[in-house]
């Protein structure tokens, strides 16, 4: 599993804004310029985190860009969802959307429900606030 240069990205850029938490609020620039993300990359992210309610955007003046919680709230499970949708290490993972030719006589797919568990279970042991220091 690896991970998209988006989700390396929102980590990033979440663990820059994390350095700003208590409140302070930041901006999809300073955000850039401290991350060497280029600034559209960055306000992309911020579009997404926003929506996936990691990040809260506020428009005008004293504006800016915060955490939504806490960064001990959130996750580095938290973050790659945001930008990739559910941890799935195979199709198989997820009934609905399992397609795959084998799947009526496979002796894996019993078990990657759990391996999927384990994954996503280290990356939700991750907190922002170790992400950021």
Do not use: F, W
């Not at 004293?62 to 959130?74: H, K, S």
């Not at 195979?90 to 009526?104: A, D, F, L, R, Y």
């Amino acid at each position: 599993m690896r991970l998209s240069n988006m989700a390396d990205y929102a980590v990033v850029v979440m663990s820059a804004a994390a350095r700003h938490c208590g409140g302070m609020r930041t901006s999809a620039t300073e955000l850039a310029s401290e991350t060497g993300i280029a600034l559209p990359t960055v306000q992309k992210l911020v579009s997404i985190l926003s929506k996936g309610g990691l990040l809260r955007s506020v428009r005008g003046a004293g504006g800016g860009i915060q955490l939504a919680r806490p960064a001990a709230a959130i996750t580095l499970a938290d973050i790659v969802e945001a930008v990739e949708g559910p941890i799935a290490l195979t199709g198989c993972v997820n009934e609905q959307t399992c397609h795959c030719s084998i799947e009526p006589d496979c002796a894996v797919k019993p078990h990657m429900g759990a391996a999927n568990a384990a994954v996503r279970g280290a990356l939700a042991n991750i907190t922002l606030t170790s992400l950021a220091r």
